[in-house]
């Protein structure tokens, strides 16, 4: 009978102890991540700034005076990679690989907040594109995916048109756009 007893509130203890957790306050991943912290790679932003705040970024590519460097954002115990592409020391185009933890609606949201209402959205099934034309010659896209839950993709900024001159520019993004091949 004791020993039951002992069994019945050492049970009782253990149900209250997950109580407690499960009752604890739950943040998403990316709550204290901004997009201030990608602020800096913008076009026509100077090089200067963005080394300033993360270092020397790694040379991918360096031709006909455009540079291509790779430089990691921190954020908790992850690093978000960046690539941006620079002339004359002034960003013309960045691109983010934004980690899948994060969660899509917090980030849609913030551009949202950031560049009011997308200028065009494209779907196709459970893929989605998000487009921003903004006054100040930028242009923002951002991509989301919904499996189980929705998660980013990346982020994207562009300068909409190029300044004369740019031999051979081509922005970052189309760089690494996914082309299917066909199969003989």
Known sequence: MKARLICLISI????LMLVKEVSSKVEPPNYN????????????KPLAEIEKKYGKGEVISDRNGIKELKFHVKHLRYYIPVWVQVYEGKALDFFVKLPSY???DVFHQSLINRYGKQ???FNKENNSVYVWSNKDNVKHIYSGSCTITCFPIYYSGLIAKPKDGLVGYKPIIEKFEYKETKRR
Do not use: A, D, I
Request: charged fraction near 15%; avoid cysteine.
């Open 102 to 104: 994060f969660l899509h």
């Open 33 to 44: 991540f901004t997009l201030e912290s990608l602020s800096v790679f913008l076009p026509e």
């Open 119 to 121: 200028n065009k959205y």
């Open 12 to 15: 009782f203890t253990v149900n």
